[in-house]
T-cell receptor, first 114, second 117 residues
Framework: DTAVSQTPKYLVTQMGNDKSIKCEQNLGHDTMYWYKQDSKKFLKIMFSYNNKELIINETVPNRFSPKSPDKAHLNLHINSLELGDSAVYFC?????????????FGSGTQLSVL | AQKVTQAQTEISVVEKEDVTLDCVYETRDTTYYLFWYKQPPSGELVFLIRRNSFDEQNEISGRYSWNFQKSTSSFNFTITASQVVDSAVYFCALSESTTDSWGKFQFGAGTQVVVTP
């Protein structure tokens, strides 16, 4: 059983389109994240939800909108895609209590904007 | 400001050589966690180790060892007798406990390790 699963694995789309990436975790964790990995491999946190509440919102264009229908799911919707959005997007989850902090990552979604 | 610094962008070694990856962090918290993750060419992020700020014991796991020194704010990682399968990008990360940083796992820029036969 995959602990953190995200779909799709690859996403190729045209500039200006709207797309979504879905993420689900079956670990029972309270906190989920979206990270962006650019072409230089730098991992930057975008958002985090704890029990469906937004707790981290880094400087991200408002074209990016996370949605957490329940604590096991965190989806990422991107409007009006731009070339610079091309990257690998990783979903992750964690249980934020003392002694349990650790990120479990999904396998990533390679987004290519043409 | 970057809280986790991995100054080495890329390290190339020949198989069986040892390789040490440096990680320097910055925090005012007394309680924090440090991590190492591996990202092989296949792209997934693999957890290697977590160390809390109160445990300065060095750790060894097979060919991997970690040296945590609070005095120098460093958490270095050594691969002994490297193998081609060790070729990957290695990330050091920090998780702090203050309200502003709670839940925010911050990563260094990564060090690419290339092991050639």
């Amino acid at each position: 059983d995959t602990a953190v699963s995200q779909t799709p694995k690859y996403l190729v789309t045209q500039m200006g389109n709207d797309k979504s990436i879905k993420c689900e975790q079956n670990l029972g964790h309270d906190t989920m994240y979206w990270y962006k990995q650019d072409s230089k491999k730098f991992l930057k946190i975008m958002f985090s939800y704890n029990n469906k509440e937004l707790i981290i919102n880094e400087t991200v264009p408002n074209r990016f909108s996370p949605k957490s229908p329940d604590k096991a799911h965190l989806n990422l919707h991107i409007n009006s895609l731009e070339l610079g959005d091309s990257a690998v997007y990783f979903c992750a989850s964690s249980q934020l209590q003392v002694g349990h902090e650790k990120l479990f990552f999904g396998s990533g979604t390679q987004l290519s904007v043409l | 400001a970057q809280k986790v610094t991995q100054a080495q962008t890329e390290i190339s070694v020949v198989e069986k050589e040892d390789v040490t990856l440096d990680c320097v962090y910055e925090t005012r918290d007394t309680t924090y966690y440090l991590f190492w993750y591996k990202q092989p060419p296949s792209g997934e992020l693999v957890f290697l180790i977590r160390r809390n700020s109160f445990d300065e014991q060095n750790e060894i796991s097979g060919r991997y060892s970690w040296n945590f020194q609070k005095s120098t704010s460093s958490f270095n990682f050594t691969i002994t007798a490297s193998q081609v399968v060790d070729s990957a990008v290695y990330f050091c990360a920090l998780s702090e406990s203050t309200t502003d940083s709670w839940g925010k796992f911050q990563f260094g820029a990564g060090t690419q390790v290339v092991v050639t036969p």
